[in-house]
């Protein structure tokens, strides 16, 4: 395969990988991990290492939440570092939401393994905690970089028992923001459904996402 075809497919992939989208609509085609696992370094787009975006290809496969806490994050600059961990712990919050969709309700196999690997409170204050930090290494003029923040910003706000007053805010603040650079209308409608979801009764923000019968891209 010649190395265009393997960044047209990259490009595909990123596209097409399945944490990145709630309430998905479009045919899921699992890009990522049928054609593009195994490359060495950091993505290009998405700003990711390539042995991440692997895992995160992979969330309908047993035992990716597990792999997502032994992964190690490459060498890399401080920005990227905080980027890429609080990715990671974003990753494990979308692998237990997957995987009680894929297993039967009450499944002792699933109880068992959010009680041994998931602790959403430490998951979501890791997340916000390393999106400060980031924000400060990275500079203030518009990047394409910052746009990988969305998806960890909205795994944190979909565990809404946990927030608090600051963190809801740091949330919107910093969503806002990336609005102001870039994506306007995208942004603008991923803010839109955390706010409702915050103010609703839905059960997750992909319920909310399908009551307001919105496809939510976090690109």
Known sequence: MQ??????????????????????????????????????????????????????????????????????????????????????????????????????????????????TFKPGVLVNSILALLHQCLVFVASEPTSFKQTLIYPLVMAASQRHILDIASKAFICETIEQLASERNHFLYRGILRVVRDFWRSGDESLEDTAKRMDIELCLL
């Open 3 to 116: 190395p265009d075809h393997v960044m047209f497919l990259s490009v595909l992939g990123h596209l097409d990988l399945q944490t990145h989208t709630l309430n998905r609509m479009t045919p899921q085609k699992y890009i990522w991990h049928t054609y593009c696992r195994g490359q060495l370094g950091v993505h290009g787009t998405s700003g990711l290492p390539y042995s991440l975006m692997d895992l995160l290809s992979s969330m309908h496969i047993p035992g990716t939440d597990i792999a997502l806490m032994a992964w190690t994050a490459p060498l890399g600059e401080p920005a990227q570092q905080c980027l890429w961990k609080a990715t990671r712990f974003a990753g494990m919050l979308s692998a237990y939401h997957v995987q009680r969709l894929l297993q039967p309700t009450g499944s002792v196999a699933n109880t068992a393994s959010a009680s041994r």
